[in-house]
């Protein structure tokens, strides 16, 4: 067991070692911190939606070679309330109302090559991958509805990385889908389709269901964005620790109007290797 242990770390060793005399580098971002959302969508309700939590995380993998590659996860969970929490009687027991609840999920993978690069910043471009699904459950005492909203984009990223100093850097960041693939809620909410959808009781056969009733949306139906302004500070050859500002935009307009802002504030250590 010792031996196989010591192949590994060799191994291990040997790898990272080829990689640096390459110039390769990987990193491995845990982040996270406080977010605030306003959200409106008129499917469902005329009132906008706010909430501040804490419950806001992500995991990336970064690799910079010849290509640029990173893969980002990311989870926010918020629970709005338009009003305080009231009472009302169900079989004459008073009940308290619950908040509603939104559960976001951000899964992306950019690719891209570096185009301009001076002895303070480096610019790279390229394309990018995205998937923005969003889960949420609005409540109204006695009763609740489940609303969705997923795309799947196309589209390009732009990236500016500025040299401080030797061991400071601010990065700029910014995601433009041009073509998504847009599933939503229906228009009455709980419609025959919707039902049907449903009916498997399968949670992934539901969610499949869910992304074949969407069409395809250019930017005359959906406009969304992310932007991300982070700054680095390098501990050491293995660590970074990192602070960023994060806002993301969704506006749609089918089958009725969707408005969307999210403000984050991500504090994050980059394992490098």
């Known amino acids: 067991m010792k031996k196989r242990l ?22 491995l971002t845990l982040s996270f911190g406080p977010s605030i959302l306003a959200r409106q969508d ?97 409540v109204y005492g006695r009763f609740s509805n489940f609303g969705y909203f997923a795309t799947l984009g196309l589209g390009a990223f732009v990236q500016d990385k500025f040299t401080i100093n030797e061991k400071s850097h601010l990065t700029a960041t910014l995601q433009l889908p041009f073509v998504s693939w847009l599933s939503r809620s229906p228009y009455l909410v709980n419609d025959d389709e919707f039902i049907e959808n449903i009916f498997s009781h399968s949670g992934f056969k539901t969610f499949m269901a869910y992304l074949g009733d969407g069409q395809l949306a250019t930017w005359n139906k959906l406009q969304t964005f992310d932007l991300e302004a982070k700054y680095s500070y390098t501990l050491s050859e293995r660590w970074d620790l990192s602070a960023a500002y994060a806002f993301e935009f969704i506006h749609a307009s089918q089958p009725r109007n969707l408005l969307s802002f999210r403000n984050a504030l991500n504090l994050s250590a980059t394992l490098k290797f």
């Open 42 to 138: 008129l499917i469902f309700s005329p009132n906008i939606h706010n909430d501040f939590s804490f419950l806001n995380f992500g995991l990336g993998y970064t690799r910079e070679a010849k290509l640029y590659q990173t893969v980002r996860l990311n989870y926010a969970g918020f629970n709005p309330m338009v009003i305080d929490p009231y009472e009302f009687t169900e079989y004459g027991e008073f009940e308290t109302a619950y908040p509603h609840s939104f559960n976001l999920v951000d899964l992306d993978y950019s690719l891209g090559k570096k185009v301009l690069v001076t002895e303070k910043s480096a610019l790279t471009i390229g394309g990018m991958f995205s998937t923005n699904i969003q889960a949420m459950n609005y």
């Open 6 to 27: 010591l192949l590994v770390m060799t191994w291990f060793l040997a790898i990272h070692s080829q990689a640096q005399d390459l110039g390769i580098e990987n990193k």
